[in-house]
T-cell receptor, first 114, second 117 residues
Framework: KQEVTQIPAALSVPEGENLVLNCSFTDSAIYNLQWFRQDPGKGLTSLLLIQSSQREQTSGRLNASLDKSSGRSTLYIAASQPGDSATYLCAVRLHRNAGNMLTFGGGTRLMVKP | GAGVSQSPSNKVTEKGKDVELRCDPISGHTALYWYRQSLGQGLEFLIYFQGNSAPDKSGLPSDRFSAERTGGSVSTLTIQRTQQEDSAVYLC???????????????FGPGTRLTVT
């Protein structure tokens, strides 16, 4: 059974810092990995999707990397801003023939202080 | 364009009552998913619909939970004889399966917060 772990569970940083959120998964036979953002009381907003054949994806100040063989992904946030405060979730989808549901990590709750 | 919509946004019900939660996916998306997010359990998969294929119900926690998808679009999640442990946020997502780099990227609705008293 696929298990997804996110470290740290919570993180507080001053504005302007660069930071890294970590995600690890136990079954490396993934089809893709998605990073989401969730604001309090809201749904999930997709940030980045990395296919299993890719090493990284970038969007603005966000960069996500994937090392499938070691079962790890990182989300790098550059020059953090108070508006980045949210819970960040990573989720993996197993290989194509194993169903299409996502398995989620427990999330990292990020607070960026002005 | 319009995203995934869900209704109601909040639902309070008494233990033992039945509830129906609705999801309207992004137009043209053939895949639809239901997830549940509760304290202590994180976000867990419930059920998945793909086109006209039989749904994948492997995540449903009990036979009190059922879902249908009419006409390949709108979906309803029904919980019968609700229990307090059913209290959670129920999230719906949809995705396209037409191929390409972004195929299967899941887009989520705002969720329905269910409280069973």
């Amino acid at each position: 059974k696929q298990e997804v772990t996110q470290i740290p569970a919570a993180l507080s940083v001053p504005e302007g810092e660069n930071l890294v959120l970590n995600c690890s998964f136990t079954d490396s036979a993934i089809y893709n990995l998605q990073w989401f953002r969730q604001d309090p009381g809201k749904g999930l907003t997709s940030l980045l999707l990395i296919q299993s054949s890719q090493r990284e994806q970038t969007s603005g100040r966000l960069n996500a990397s994937l090392d499938k063989s070691s079962g790890r992904s990182t989300l790098y946030i550059a020059a953090s801003q108070p508006g980045d405060s949210a819970t960040y979730l990573c989720a993996v989808r197993l290989h194509r023939n194993a169903g299409n549901m996502l398995t989620f990590g427990g999330g990292t709750r990020l607070m960026v202080k002005p | 364009g319009a995203g995934v919509s869900q209704s109601p946004s909040n639902k309070v019900t008494e233990k033992g009552k039945d509830v129906e939660l609705r999801c309207d996916p992004i137009s043209g998306h053939t895949a639809l998913y239901w997830y549940r997010q509760s304290l202590g359990q994180g976000l867990e998969f419930l059920i998945y619909f793909q086109g006209n294929s039989a749904p994948d119900k492997s995540g449903l926690p009990s036979d009190r939970f059922s879902a249908e998808r009419t006409g390949g679009s709108v979906s309803t999640l029904t919980i019968q004889r609700t229990q307090q442990e059913d209290s959670a946020v129920y999230l719906c997502a949809s995705s396209s399966s037409s191929g390409g780099a972004l195929s299967y990227e899941q887009y989520f609705g705002p969720g329905t917060r269910l409280t069973v008293t």
